[in-house]
């Protein structure tokens, strides 16, 4: 497996297990540079990547919050960088973000739903920079070979795959931890979204329900499973949050879980 290396962390067999959290979406520079000192707190020198969207394209309805839009976002999310010294990773979702997003951001994320892309994943690669890109919950572990195939042949081979679920019927997602080791087959480390998958897609008519109760224990099952990174989207306050407000986790377990699974 080929490590891949995000700020000063390397991710990889034999690495320590790294973190990517913070809101799922940028509420406001105050709170984002807020959550961004508490969570480097948090994480007390494990490997931690701050993460938060400019914009959320894939909301359930048009009057729900997107973001500040791209100039703005990633003017917060530069300040988060300067500031803590911490990488920062954020969602792309049109090939003419991936360029203005790598002048901030060390990880480009590919959305679950854009994974198939051609022209995002290739714009993405161009950068140089490392492609995180989300398993559609529509796709099996091994049609990601070909997801990993249009990166790669880009020119970039700094890849981080990432499980978050499959659909299961109507407005539900199932985990199938084999996807992990499947995955990392591919020659990459694997990432597990522990926030997308407790995810009940759609399932509050105007937006998306969750079960954040289960974060502990897919988390876990995904470590015992060979995973070499978590991602879980957190909040100070997670019945406020804008975005994805029934599967942030609150910092105080977040804290706890970090100590469980290290």
Not at 56 to 74: D, T
Not at 102 to 113: G, H, T
Not at 169 to 183: Q, T
Not at 235 to 242: E, G, I, L, R, Y
């Amino acid at each position: 497996m080929q490590d891949i290396k995000i700020g000063q962390f390397i991710v990889g067999d034999g690495h320590p297990l790294l973190f990517f959290s913070g809101p799922c979406v940028i509420e406001s520079e105050e709170h984002t540079l807020k959550c961004a000192e508490h969570l480097c707190k948090l994480f007390d020198g494990k490997p931690f990547v701050f993460k938060s969207s400019f914009d959320k394209a894939n909301r359930s309805s048009i009057k729900s919050y997107r973001g500040p839009g791209l100039k703005k976002g990633l003017e917060i999310l530069a300040k988060v960088k300067k500031t803590f010294g911490v990488p920062v990773v954020t969602d792309i979702h049109l090939p003419e973000h991936a360029d203005p997003a790598s002048e901030v951001c060390d990880v480009l994320q590919i959305p679950a739903f854009l994974c198939r892309q051609t022209d995002l994943l290739v714009a993405a690669a161009s950068t140089g920079r490392v492609v995180k890109v989300k398993k559609g919950q529509f796709l099996a572990p091994w049609d990601m070979q070909n997801v990993v195939d249009k990166i790669a042949q880009s020119g970039n081979t700094q890849i981080l795959l990432t499980e978050r679920g499959t659909s299961f019927g109507y407005n539900n997602l199932v985990c199938d931890m084999r996807a992990i080791p499947i995955m990392q087959k591919m020659g990459y480390p694997v990432c597990f979204d522990a926030s997308h998958a407790v995810q009940l897609p759609g399932g509050c008519g105007t937006h998306s329900g969750g079960q954040s109760e289960f974060i502990p224990v897919l988390a876990k099952a995904a470590v015992a499973a060979g995973a070499n990174s978590l991602y879980i989207e957190s909040h100070d306050n997670p019945p406020a949050a804008k975005s994805d407000a029934t599967t942030v986790m609150a910092f105080d377990a977040l804290k706890q879980l970090a100590q469980d699974v290290s």
